[in-house]
């Protein structure tokens, strides 16, 4: 087997490894960082990283990986598009001893099916934001509207219900529309514009709490297109920590942001050099960290030491 294989190589294997990785495509500024993070990664270690654009679509990804398996690489990155339908082509990864390593979202299947998931709690995240929420308004009645990621996937999902776990009990937040907006900045300028229009030209949105960042700053150019103030008028939350949304924090423009690590790759080569060295298994959950980051934590600042991290 490649495990045996690369046991004897020893020290070197790095080198002779070859990964595929089948990206969901680039819809956000997190995940463009993510993909050059997992290049550079790569470079670093000397691996040959195989990468497939799926342009969005779970059939894409799951021709990549049968792709990656008729190759016979070393092992198989996957960014998970969708949650569900994954056990056909992951048995397939199995019976080709291939190891599967799931990264940034999470599915709904056996985890026999793959080696590990190095993922943020999308649940706690979503709580987070919503914690955040709780406490700035206080006893106000606040009517939130709120941007969902992609329909089926786990941060879109989780993330949701996280948010609504944290002001569950608190009567006087309530969310009053809920879309996808897909993770992009279009769609989510685009919903947040019919959001507009159907809440008294915005005068009745508190805030919006959006899955991600990108959304969140499409929904900022739809408030200021419609007369109102981001930020201030309509509060905005949202997830990632990308650059830009610490710029549009230092304007005063959104309120507070979740960090997510565009690294997961590291942490995933991590386990799976071990792995392919002596058969050493890593937990089937890697947990990255998630932060808040508001108004107060210097966004400017912030905004400089990410500009150049590869978003
Ligand atoms: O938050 C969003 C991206 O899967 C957790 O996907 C990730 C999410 C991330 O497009 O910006």
Redesign the pocket.
Known sequence: SSVACLMMSGAAFAADMTVGFSQ??S?????AA?TTVTLQQAKERGIDLKFADAQQKQENQIKAVRGFIAQGVDAILI?PVVATGWEDVLAEAKDAEIPVIL???QIDASDELYLTAV??D?VF?GKVAGEWLVKDVGDQECKVVELQ??TG???AIN?KKGFEEAIAGHDNITISRSQTGD??RTKGKEVMESFIKAENGGKDICAVYA?????AVGAIQAIKEAGLKPGSDIKVVS??A?PDIFLAMAEGEANATVE?TPNMAGPAFDVLEKYLADGTMPPKWIQTESKLFTQGDDPKGVYESKKDLGY
């Open positions: 969901i495509g819809e956000s500024g997190w995940r993510e960014a990264l940034d979202r993922t943020s999308q995240e990621g992609t996937s786990s941060p993330r993770f992009t899955h991600n960042d990108d959304m997830i990632d990308v997510l």
